[in-house]
């Protein structure tokens, strides 16, 4: 039997949401609940990835089938594609699994042509709409299927409403309107070379194909790319009755949040707009009126819609997304979804859900997106400096977060200052999907048209950029870079301050603070702490990060790159002449220097960790990286060494290498000049036994971590080394101290060979950064060289760096720990590359049975959450 590649809504629900994807699956949903939702059907997802597959055509089989369907939806609906009495008009509309907001494009009114809108027109006695409806429908088909630019379509706008003398589209006529669609029509004989189709079938055929085709645009790419959505997953499309919101006074269409997506709080929020259609809400060339305002335009409609709130929420269990059109008064709806929202709105409405009653705590834990916490983490404004400044405007607080930046005023310039390396505020008109990199490089977002539901404030709070929408005051001029607010002109490069949690917008550069995990957020973390298995340490290199880790709930340390701690203050200036000494007593001699300081900062870094377990790893960095290079700082060295100028040059010269990261460096430093492992190790012992003595209630079990083994015999050489210093100053104290000494598992031959390096590691750590370069054969640093190409040709999705390649590096992981575990069950192993941040990776990593994740302190609550839905999603 043949592939079923087509559904009906009646023959769907909110479960297949991977064959219908959202829209489709919901909008099946709605129709099983009874809700009023226009008929139509689903072109599933498989078909869009057979569509690929077969070379970009649809084939025949689901070609035969879209026949089907459209003639199954005729007799539901009545009329007919191209009818002279009844014509059929549809909506075609795509939606993957996950929602893309704005990523894809929609079409609707399709079915219009030279006959039927005069049917229409007449039928109706009212042709204004059935003109309005058709050269929508030509302006749509031709930007979305054939990809001749909007500003066409609207400069000839512009220019009939000039001639008319009018500013609003709501007051072209039906004459000017059907003089626009033939205006169209030619623009797109014009621009395309042939006419514009008029068969509906051939319309919908080219537009399913068009959808099809916009799951692979960049932006779509982008947004997958920024959102963990695999390629492979397709896009369904859904064609849909058309309903119509532009029929006159008594039709509207709008969106609405059944909470509030910025701040949680729980009461309906959303806008609509009288006499509209489709995304004239969102795109913010009217402004649009707010919900509550429906009571008193239709109250009917809007009590209705009130209802259908309340039905939807309760069904979901989660705050809903809706959008609906109301058609000559009677209410439609024409999507649901749970709806985006900001960390804090997450926060807010989890633990609120769980105090109604409405869902468990493990429920709660599991709908947080642990990506979105990372806005909640940084800083916020100085409440202070709030206090005593004034705001020089004020607008809708569509995406909160406080961001500083100068101002630019189009995308790629946000994208171009950023990569300089400028912090930057967006300011625009209104953003369009096309602004997207440009959104993502800024620190705020700032529009001066636009409510709440617009695409600035959707997109911006999906990314967890602060935005501040709808800042009618300002008088703008794009075009020379320079806008008007509270008096004072504004340029390119000006600072600006934009506070997303109250949509205040401040002249220059207010301070921040830290933020704290109080309150809801407090409550989900205790709620993760519950149901994860995986431990959560951190990266922390000095004190002070050590310490910001512990505030937001670090278990502990799984790595402290040693070699960070000397670019404070005067530091380099004794590890300069470490690594520039000729003789091993010369460089005994800086590194007496250097133990004094190291054994201060592990103090304190046990001090902060409060008995928790601190890995520290011995020096790893190529020494060249620390060498001075101006002249000034050669003198200085030479000076304090007794050396000239020219003898720390030839040294310098000498420690140059074709290939650093693969050279001399890790555990080869130790190889060759053994004493720097002692002089660590002292450190690491000496300052154990104090913070032991001071704290007797703590354990303090320094793990000393060895970095880039790659055979079992350098391990054993260097833990040597280690060993003998370590019991020597534990004797010496009369100290009684546990340390362990084991090894980072980061160059591929060592995870080969982890049943021999097992024997003389007591732990392993992953450091994936190194094994995911050493795997690849290529370095993180050069990798943007060519990434876009390999992202372009689909070769990879991803960054490997920032996502663990679970199956290639991730292979040799499930290697190391099972050779390793079978040499020593109990050892300890976890992960301390970048990847122990990221969501996804530490999915796996539970999958795998690590026993920690380490992480940048910033995203040590991000991947509590994340190892907490991990095991929830694995019981
Ligand atoms: P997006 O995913 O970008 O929101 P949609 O497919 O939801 O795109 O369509 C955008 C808008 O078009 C919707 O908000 C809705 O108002 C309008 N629309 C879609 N289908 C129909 C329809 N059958 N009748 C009336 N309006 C529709
Ligand atoms: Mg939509
Ligand atoms: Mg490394």
Known sequence: MAKKWVYL??????????????????????????????????????????????GEKINDEIMGQIMEYIEKMEEIAGKKFGDKENPLLVSVRSGARASMP?????????????????????????????????????????????EVGKKFFEELIDRVKKEKGITEDVDLTADDLKKLAYLFREEYKVKIGKDFPDDPKTQLMEAVKAVFRSWDNPRANVYRRDNDIPYSWGTAVNVQMMVFGNLGETSGTGVAFTRNPATGEKHLMGEFLMNAQGEDVVAGVRTPRKIDQLKEVMPEAYNKFVEICGKLEDHYRDMQDMEFTIEDTKLYMLQTRNGKRTAKAALTIACDLVDEGMISEEKAVKMIDPRNLDTLLHPQFDSEALKNTEPIGKALAASPGAACGKVVFNADDAKCWHEKGEKVILVRLETSPEDIEGMK??????????????????????????????????????????????????????????????????????????ATIVG????????????????????????????????????????????????????????????????????????????PVQQGDFEKLYEALEGNPVTIRFLDPPLHEFV???????????????????????????LHEFNPMMGHRGCRLTVTYPEIARMQTKAVIRAAINVQKAHEDWNVCPEIMIPLICDEKELKFVKNIVVETADAEIAAAGSNLKYEVGTMIEIPRAALMADDIAK??????????????????????????????????????????????????????ETAIKLGKSVRPDMHIGICGEHGGDPSSVEFCHKIGLDYVSCSPFRVPIAKLAAAQAALANK
């Open 441 to 514: 490089a800024a620190q705020g977002i700032l529009t001066v048209r636009g409510g709440m539901t617009s695409h600035a404030a959707v997109v911006a709070r999906g990314m967890g950029t602060c935005c501040v929408s709808g800042c009618s005051e300002i008088s703008m001029d794009e075009d020379n870079k320079t806008f008007t607010l509270a008096g004072k002109e504004f340029h390119e490069g000006d600072w600006l301050s934009l506070d997303g949690s109250t949509g205040k917008i401040y002249d220059g550069v207010l301070p921040t603070m830290d």
């Open 520 to 595: 809801e957020f407090g409550r989900i973390m205790a709620w993760a702490d519950k149901y994860r298995r995986l431990k959560v340490r951190t990266n922390a290199d000095t004190p002070a990060d050590a310490k910001k880790a512990r505030e937001l709930g670090a278990e502990g340390i799984g790595l402290c790159r040693t070699e960070h701690m000397f670019f404070e203050g005067d530091r380099i200036d004794a590890f300069r002449e470490m690594i520039c000494s000729d003789t091993v007593e010369e460089r005994e001699a800086a590194l007496e220097k250097i133990l």
């Open 760 to 813: 003389d590691a007591e732990f392993f750590c992953f450091g994936t950064n190194d094994l995911t370069q050493m795997t690849y054969g290529f370095s993180r640093d050069d990798a943007g060289k060519f990434l876009n190409a390999y992202y372009n040709t689909k070769i990879f999705e991803n960054d490997p760096f920032t996502k663990l390649d679970q199956i290639g590096v991730g292979k040799l992981m």
């Open 102 to 146: 704005g990523m894809m494009d929609t079409i609707l009114n399709l079915g219009l042509n030279e006959e039927v809108v005069e049917v229409l027109a007449a039928k109706s006695s009212n042709p204004r709409w059935a003109w309005d409806c058709y050269r929508r429908f030509i302006q749509m088909f031709s930007d979305v299927v054939m």
């Open 628 to 654: 001075p290079t101006d002249e000034e700082d050669i003198k200085k060295l030479a000076d304090a060494q007794g050396k000239t100028v020219a003898q720390i040059k030839n040294i310098i010269n000498s």
């Open 9 to 54: 809504f009646t023959e769907g629900n909110t479960e297949m949401k991977n064959l219908l994807g959202g829209k489709g699956a919901n909008l099946a949903e709605m129709t099983n609940l009874g809700l009023p939702v226009p008929q139509g059907f689903t072109i599933t997802t498989e078909a869009c990835t057979q569509y690929y597959e077969d």
